[in-house]
Nanobody, 120 residues
Framework: QVQLVESGGGLVQARGSLRLSCAAS????????MGWYRQAPGKQRELVAS???????NYADSVKGRFTISRDTARATVVLQMNGLKPEDTAVYYC??????????????WGQGTQVTVSS
């Protein structure tokens, strides 16, 4: 099973920047799409950004133009650069990896979450 460890959350003022990193470890046949989700209090978890194994990125409309996702496939890491942060970006951010086990069974792996708080 693949394990994900996130880092880089914290407290920042509006219009500031943060960089979230996620490192995958463990054994899998392949890690396909990796991404970041977030969950604010009282709200459902939502996709923020994702990136395929080929490097194609997808963003939520609310973060387009402000956030950038990148990936180092060889090192199994994914980074979310967040610029122009807004108070509504405050949430717990979770790293996600769509994995294929060595027996070709697909499964999702999740990180433990990292808090991002943006003050106005």
């Amino acid at each position: 099973q693949v394990q994900l460890v996130e880092s880089g959350g914290g407290l920042v003022q509006a219009r500031g920047s943060l960089r979230l990193s996620c490192a995958a470890s463990g054994i899998a046949y392949r890690i396909n799409t990796m991404g970041w989700y977030r969950q604010a209090p009282g709200k459902q978890r939502e996709l923020v950004a994702s990136i395929t194994i080929g490097g194609s990125a997808n963003y939520a409309d609310s973060v387009k133009g402000r956030f950038t996702i990148s990936r180092d496939t060889a090192r199994a890491t994914v980074v979310l650069q967040m610029n122009g942060l807004k108070p509504e970006d405050t949430a717990v951010y979770y790293c996600n990896a769509e994995c294929l086990s060595r027996t070709y069974t697909p499964y999702d792996s999740w990180g433990q979450g990292t808090q991002v708080t943006v003050s106005s």
